[in-house]
């Protein structure tokens, strides 16, 4: 198991500021970061990787889509951007050596057309997807596409409709991830909804259902590690969670309150807490 910690508790971009965070995150027990990428060039993030083989730390990725690279729009050259972008994004992840990038990229978040999705907008999004994974296999890295609550995206807000995408796809560059805030909104059962995803899983995000440390809030975390053990899931488990340190990504998340005491609370206990539920589950990290 590989456990990492998702900087945008702290920042949207990362730049040589973060650098002390990233040698403490190792210091914590972490094997590796999940690094924001909404812009730049690959030459932008060569300092990161840099960074990162100094401190013996490897990296998963996330991304998103806007309303202006929409993979679901109605009009084909805002589905080219988004494929521009995410070719983009893989070789971003080349250039940073990425396992994984994660995210919602099979549509716009936050953007809604007031119904359900479509089967034209299911069938816009996987012929996106395909062509960006397609891309992806030649820089071997994987698309960990990630359904959201319906309070964020519509196209995909459950485990099954995240494996139908996938299927739709039909490509080996291209799979789904758990979340367990999003889980814990919409699923019924979070250890029937991994089992669900369990042929296509290839990345998971602990995160607690108000955002905050995990281990602290109403997610079924019991459940949720003996699934994980049950289809001996070995990949990244990526802590979430964010604060109010930056405006922007405090309006993007809807965090209006303090979740915990410091952002160290989350990264220290957080980790201290996994290690623990994995050891009861009869798996272990490392």
């Not at 698309?143 to 964020?152: H, I, P, T």
């Not at 955002?211 to 997610?219: A, K, L, S």
């Amino acid at each position: 198991m590989k456990l990492g910690m998702n900087l945008l508790l702290w920042t949207g971009g990362v730049t040589s500021e973060h650098f002390p965070l990233l040698a403490k995150l190792k210091a914590a027990g972490f094997d590796g970061v999940e690094i924001p990428v909404f812009g730049g060039t690959p030459a932008d993030y060569k300092p990161i990787r840099a960074e990162l083989d100094k401190l013996g730390l490897k990296c998963t990725t996330v991304t998103i889509l806007t309303k202006d690279t929409n993979a679901i729009s109605p009009d084909a050259a805002t589905r080219q951007k988004a494929i521009e972008w995410l070719k983009n994004v893989v070789e971003i992840n080349h250039v940073l050596g990425a396992e994984a990038v994660c995210g919602p990229y099979h549509s716009a978040i936050g953007e809604f057309s007031g119904t359900g999705p479509t089967a034209d907008e299911k069938k816009r999004s996987a012929d996106v997807l395909r062509q960006a994974a397609e891309f992806a296999k030649q820089a071997n890295l994987m698309m960990a596409v990630e359904y959201l609550n319906r309070f964020e995206c519509y196209l995909i807000t459950t485990a099954a409709q995240a494996v139908e995408l996938v299927k739709m796809v039909d490509h080996p560059n291209l799979r789904t991830m758990y979340d367990s805030f999003h889980a814990h909104i919409e699923e019924k059962d979070p250890a029937a909804a991994i089992r669900t995803v369990a042929p296509v899983l290839a990345h998971v995000h602990i995160s607690e259902n108000d955002r905050g440390t995990p281990g602290t809030g109403q997610v079924n975390w019991d459940d949720t590690f003996a699934a994980l053990a049950e289809i001996k899931y070995d990949g990244w488990m990526t802590i979430e969670a964010f604060g109010r340190a930056l405006p922007d990504l405090a309006a993007a998340t809807k965090v209006w309150r303090d979740l915990f005491p410091s952002p160290e609370d989350v990264y220290t206990k957080g980790i201290k807490f996994i290690k623990e539920q994995l050891s009861g589950a009869g798996t272990c990290c490392g």
